[in-house]
């Protein structure tokens, strides 16, 4: 037998042996230690976050009001009726290139600032903070939300949409979370000290629809009030009023109106109005717009 056909037959008999016993076509991975791994995170360079605006960006004697999803419905209006009561208003959206309505509103107030965010991205969250740790923030208006307008809103429960509802916990229940966390030294330095989420009776189980529809958003919503109601009980140590308000059934969607439903105006002027009359005994609560009648768990 030749030389090349002895060298063949071996690579086939090792062949035959290492398949026989299971051997791994590649080597098992190496742990990598601990403080390796901590090491190579802190050497990564840091995301650049850009902003249009700044501490500097607003008259030292008004009072500062910070508003989540204000491109559209009642984020807009908000931005509206506390541009008229004379307030700075830094005002956020997803994509503020697309926010003509908003853009309207800046090119004729100059104490209007707009700022992209998602309120899910909690490193612009973080970034955002740190670009404004000067400003104070009399009132922190999360606003921001997945409303049930998707089609699987009203299934049962065999149609839930586990991915959106997890968007929507983290939307709706977590972002607002976070935006406390990161803005609070800003609210505490102001004089308004106020925290405000929007939330809905959808997430009362004393008030919402007695029938199965809307898990995603009742179940983010519920979250919501109780992350609030706890965060509350930190809030009050600082002088801060944080509540959950009700909007009602209102109007947001162009061309289509809901029966019994209210247009943002109005639900943003009651709303304005109890905000206004917030003080520290109300810390913790869950409020309707209507005179701000405290709604039921």
Do not use: H
């Not at 600032?113 to 740190?130: C, H, N, P, Q, S």
């Amino acid at each position: 037998m030749g030389d090349l056909m002895k060298r063949t037959l071996g690579m086939l008999l090792m062949a035959t042996l290492l398949t026989a016993c299971g051997a791994p076509e590649t080597p098992p991975a190496q742990d990598v230690a601990p403080e390796v791994e901590a090491a190579a995170a802190a050497a990564a360079p840091e995301p650049s976050y850009e902003f249009a605006g700044s501490s500097a960006s607003f008259t030292a004697d008004q009072p500062t009001v910070l508003i989540t999803g204000a491109n559209r419905g009642i984020g807009l209006e908000f931005v509206r009726q506390f541009l008229a009561k004379g307030f700075n208003v830094i005002a956020t959206a997803r994509k503020p290139e697309k926010a003509e309505a908003l853009n309207a509103l800046a090119a004729d107030n100059p104490n209007l600032v707009i700022e992209a965010l998602d309120v899910t991205d909690y490193g612009r969250v973080e970034a955002m903070a740190k670009n404004y740790a000067d400003q104070s923030i009399d009132i922190l208006l999360s606003n921001a939300a997945i409303t049930p307008r998707y089609k699987t809103a009203f299934q049962r429960v065999k149609g839930i949409d586990f991915d959106m509802a997890r968007q929507s916990f983290e939307v709706n229940a977590l972002a607002p979370l976070k935006l406390a966390q990161s803005f609070m030294a800003n609210v505490e330095a102001s004089d308004g000290k106020k925290i405000i989420v929007l939330s809905s009776k959808a997430g009362s189980f004393a008030e919402g629809p007695q029938m199965p529809m809307m898990y995603s958003y009742r179940g983010s919503k519920a979250a919501l009030n109780m992350f609030m109601y706890t965060l509350a009980f930190e809030t009050k140590k600082k002088g801060i009023t944080t509540i959950m308000l009700s909007p009602g059934t209102v109007n947001t969607t162009e061309g289509m109106k809901m029966p019994n439903a209210i247009e943002p105006p109005d639900s943003v002027a009651m709303m304005i109005k109890v905000i206004d009359g917030l003080t520290l005994e109300n810390n913790g609560q869950f409020l309707n717009y209507e005179e701000g009648r405290i709604v039921g768990w």
